[in-house]
T-cell receptor, first 110, second 121 residues
Framework: GQNIDQPTEMTATEGAIVQINCTYQTSGFNGLFWYQQHAGEAPTFLSYNVLDGLEEKGRFSSFLSRSKGYSYLLLKELQMKDSASYLCAATYTGGFKTIFGAGTRLFVKA | GAVVSQHPSRVICKSGTSVKIECRSLDFQATTMFWYRQFPKQSLMLMATSNEGSKATYEQGVEKDKFLINHASLTLSTLTVTSAHPEDSSFYIC?????????????????FGPGTRLTVL
């Protein structure tokens, strides 16, 4: 299979930094997406990593290690509106199929 | 750019009836569309992959005769839930992607529709 593992829930304080980890199976791996999803809404694209390393985009950064089958999403200067589910999703060679993790529900408290 | 719409956004139907959900790419040609189902507090579960002009490829465990998918044009795919039952109540989301210049992209970002909330009574 192509299991994607990420923590179920996390809680952090407004203004703080939080790191959401994700592991995936490396066989046939192509690239790694992070999406944000608010309750009752469709996912919105945050980042895509295909090469090793850290990519920074404003308050959000995403890291990938292809050899370790590991990624993380880093959220800085947390805001209340960042409370949402964060979905890690991996694509594999052989098609356009994207495998989604179960999502990490992030609660930002004042 | 890359906007995907879904219609309806919310539908309530009686058990045994059929419901059609439309997914449209508004400003690009979607060679491939995906249909997902999401239950509360769970992630997106891929139901099927739909390519324009060909039969959809269904994931294991998804009944193709119950969830009819038609991808008749490069901008429209439809999902019909036939003989709906209460357990089909869910959030259905479509997404679309495209081939740039006929070359398979390594960056196959999916553009998601806003989702359709189906409630079967």
């Amino acid at each position: 299979g192509q299991n994607i593992d990420q923590p179920t829930e996390m809680t952090a304080t407004e203004g703080a930094i939080v790191q959401i980890n994700c592991t995936y199976q490396t066989s046939g791996f192509n690239g790694l997406f992070w999406y944000q999803q608010h309750a009752g809404e469709a996912p919105t694209f945050l980042s895509y990593n295909v090469l090793d390393g850290l990519e920074e985009k404003g308050r959000f950064s995403s890291f990938l290690s292809r050899s370790k089958g590991y990624s993380y999403l880093l959220l800085k200067e947390l805001q209340m509106k960042d409370s949402a589910s964060y979905l890690c999703a991996a694509t594999y060679t052989g098609g356009f199929k994207t495998i989604f993790g179960a999502g990490t529900r992030l609660f930002v408290k004042a | 750019g890359a906007v995907v719409s879904q219609h309806p956004s919310r539908v309530i139907c009686k058990s045994g009836t059929s419901v059609k959900i439309e997914c449209r790419s508004l400003d690009f040609q979607a060679t491939t569309m995906f249909w997902y189902r999401q239950f509360p507090k769970q992630s997106l579960m891929l139901m099927a992959t739909s390519n324009e002009g060909s039969k959809a490829t269904y994931e294991q465990g998804v009944e193709k005769d119950k969830f009819l998918i038609n991808h008749a044009s490069l901008t429209l795919s439809t999902l019909t839930v036939t003989s709906a039952h209460p357990e089909d109540s869910s959030f259905y989301i479509c997404s679309a992607t495209f081939l740039a210049g006929g070359i398979t992209p390594s960056y196959n970002e999916q553009f998601f529709g806003p989702g359709t909330r189906l409630t079967v009574l």
